[in-house]
């Protein structure tokens, strides 16, 4: 099968490979560079454990996502959200209000909380919910969940930060 060199910058640092025409972004992140924290969970675009960001806040499924597309784009996983030794708001505010259990959603989780912030800073428990709802956890029953979203919206706008912890 074709190959395809491509260079990622992943939380920050330019990677380069080769990939075949059909390795999905997500296994490319996971099993060729090492990027462990952007979870596999079905593998078919249900779950949102593979959630990540690209450029900037745009998040989409790694498992859903041919690598050779992608080639020169930036991407954020959340092994690359903390900022001098200081982990970011959403995720502060998730472990703080107990919005993790066995872990395997919450990159994802957090992942898709922090595009969700960007877009809208201050969302109602109702808008939380859908933004989501493309993101399963199979633990929590989402109270946790939806109290640490509107957790780390109070932290992002009362730091005046924004969603990135910049
Ligand atoms: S592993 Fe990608 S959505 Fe489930
Ligand atoms: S904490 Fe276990 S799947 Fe969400």
């Not at 025409?21 to 969970?41: C, E, I, M, P, Q």
């Not at 080639?71 to 703080?96: C, D, M, Y």
């Not at 872990?103 to 960007?118: E, N, Q, Y």
Request: aromatic fraction near 4%.
């Amino acid at each position: 099968m074709k190959k395809h060199a491509i260079t990622l910058t992943v939380n920050g640092e330019e990677r380069d490979l080769l990939v075949s025409s059909n390795r999905t972004l997500l296994d490319a992140l996971r099993d060729d560079l090492g990027y462990t924290d952007t979870k596999y969970g079905c593998g078919t675009g249900e779950c949102g454990a593979c959630t990540i960001l690209v450029d900037g806040m745009t998040t989409i499924n790694g498992c859903l996502t041919l690598a050779a597309t992608m080639n020169g784009k930036s991407i954020t996983t959340a092994a690359g959200l903390a900022r001098n030794g200081h982990l970011h708001p959403v995720q502060e505010a998730f472990i703080e209000n107990d919005a993790i259990q066995c872990g395997f959603c919450t990159p994802g989780m957090v992942l898709k909380t922090i595009s969700l912030l960007d877009e809208n800073p201050a969302p109602t428990e109702a808008e939380i919910r859908h933004g989501l709802e493309g993101n399963i956890c199979r633990c929590t029953g989402y109270t946790k969940i939806v109290e640490a979203v509107q957790d780390a919206s109070r932290r992002i706008s009362g730091s005046n930060t924004s969603a990135m912890g910049e």
